[in-house]
C-alpha cells in the first residue's frame, strides 16, 4: 500500500501535466494562424502614426521590431513556478466550483447569455492566447465596440457583474489560463493584443519575456490606477526579481499574493465605469493631463469587445 500510494501520485501529476499541455494547444491560435502576432520573440518600439487607427491605449500608431529576444528562463521561473503554478491552480478549480456555480447561476438569471468570454491578450515573449472571464455587461453592449468608446458604458454593465468587477471575481476562471500554462498566478496583467503603447513600455523593463499572471506587483501598488509608464516600470521591477531566480524570487512572489488579497479586501485602486483606468493622461507622461475633461479613456483590464 506504501508503495502504491506514491505511484498513484505521480501518476495523477503526470496526468493533469499532460491536459495542461495538451489544452493550451486550444488557447494560442495554433489552427488560426493568421491570429498569431508577428512581433513574438522580437523586442519592440511604438511609433506615432496619425495615419493609424487608435488602439486600445488611446494613441496612433504601432509596434516596430527592433531584435530579437534573448531571455532564457531559469529554474525557478522554468520549472518550479511552473509546478506552484500546476498544483495550485488544479486545486483551485477545484475548490472554486461551488462559486464558478454560483456566478454562472447568477449571470445566467441577470442577464441570460453566454457566461464567459474570450479576449486576445499578450502573452509571454508576446504570444498571443485566449483569455477567459466571466461576462459582466449586457448581451445587448454593441458588439465589436470597446468599453471606453461606447456612451455611458455602465449602462451596460450587468448589476452581478459590477459587484464581480469590484472584487475581481470576473477574473476567476483565469484560473484556467493558469493551468493550461498561458498565466502565472503572479506576473503582469496580460496586454490587450493592440495595447502597443503598454507593450512596448514593459519592453524596455524586460516585462515582455516572463508569463503575464492573475496578480502582480503593480496590482499591489496602485492597480487600475496606475499610468501606463509607471506600470510597465512596476512590472520590469517585478520581472526582474523572477529573472534573479531563487528564494529571492519565491519571497517576492509570495509578498505579491498576499499583498493582492489585502488590496482585493480593501478594493484599492478599483474605478467603476466599466474601464477601470479611468485617467485622462498621455500615455508616454508620468502626470496625468487634463483630468476632469471626460473624453478620454484609457483601459486596462477591462477592455470589452461586446463582452461576450
Request: with cysteine; charged share 25%; hydrophobic share 40%.
Amino acid at each position: 500500500m506504501k508503495k502504491i500510494l506514491p505511484a498513484t501520485g505521480v501518476a495523477v501529476a503526470l496526468l493533469i501535466a499532460t491536459v495542461a499541455v495538451v489544452k493550451k494547444k486550444d488557447s494560442i491560435y495554433d489552427n488560426e494562424p493568421e491570429q498569431k502576432n508577428p512581433m513574438e520573440n522580437k523586442k519592440v518600439v511604438f511609433v506615432e502614426d496619425d495615419g493609424d487607427a487608435e488602439n486600445a491605449d488611446g494613441t496612433k500608431g504601432h509596434l516596430e521590431a527592433v531584435g530579437e529576444g534573448d531571455y532564457k528562463a531559469g529554474f525557478y521561473d522554468k520549472c518550479l513556478k511552473r509546478l506552484i503554478d500546476i498544483i495550485l491552480s488544479f486545486l483551485g478549480l477545484i475548490v472554486l466550483s461551488p462559486v464558478y456555480l454560483f456566478f454562472t447561476i447568477a449571470i445566467k438569471i441577470d442577464d441570460p447569455g453566454s457566461v464567459l468570454f474570450t479576449q486576445k491578450r499578450v502573452g509571454k515573449n508576446k504570444q498571443y492566447f485566449k483569455l477567459h472571464k466571466f461576462r459582466t455587461m449586457k448581451m445587448a453592449t454593441p458588439h465589436d465596440v470597446p468599453t471606453h468608446m461606447l456612451d455611458n458604458p455602465d449602462q451596460y454593465i450587468t448589476s452581478i457583474g459590477k459587484f464581480m468587477r469590484f472584487h475581481s471575481i470576473d477574473e476567476l476562471v483565469q484560473v484556467w489560463d493558469i493551468f493550461v500554462g498561458n498565466m502565472s498566478i503572479i506576473g503582469p496583467r496580460p496586454a490587450l493584443w493592440n495595447q502597443d503603447v503598454l507593450t512596448s513600455e514593459r519592453d524596455k523593463w524586460g516585462a515582455n519575456d516572463i508569463k503575464p499572471g492573475l496578480t502582480g506587483w503593480a496590482q499591489i501598488n496602485g492597480r487600475d490606477e496606475l499610468e501606463i509608464p509607471v506600470k510597465a516600470k512596476l512590472d520590469g521591477e517585478y520581472a526582474e526579481k523572477l529573472k534573479k531566480g531563487g528564494f529571492s524570487a519565491f519571497a517576492f512572489d509570495v509578498r505579491c499574493f498576499f499583498g493582492t488579497v489585502f488590496s482585493v479586501i480593501r478594493g484599492d485602486g478599483v474605478v467603476e465605469g466599466g474601464t477601470r483606468e479611468l485617467k485622462k493622461h498621455d500615455p508616454f507622461l508620468t502626470s496625468p493631463i487634463n483630468p476632469n475633461d471626460g473624453n478620454t479613456v484609457y483601459p486596462e483590464d477591462d477592455y470589452q469587445i461586446g463582452d461576450k
